[in-house]
C-alpha cells in the first residue's frame, strides 16, 4: 500500500510539470498566433 502512495504522489508531481510545460508552450504558440 505504501509503495503505491508513492507512485501516486511522483505522479501527480509529474502531471504538475507536464503541466506547466504545456502550458508555456501554449502560451508561447499563442504569442506568436499574435504578431
Do not use: Q, S, V
Amino acid at each position: 500500500m505504501d509503495f503505491a502512495e508513492n507512485d501516486i504522489k511522483d505522479y501527480k508531481h509529474w502531471l504538475e510539470n507536464e503541466g506547466r510545460e504545456l502550458m508555456f508552450k501554449t502560451r508561447e504558440r499563442i504569442n506568436k498566433d499574435k504578431k
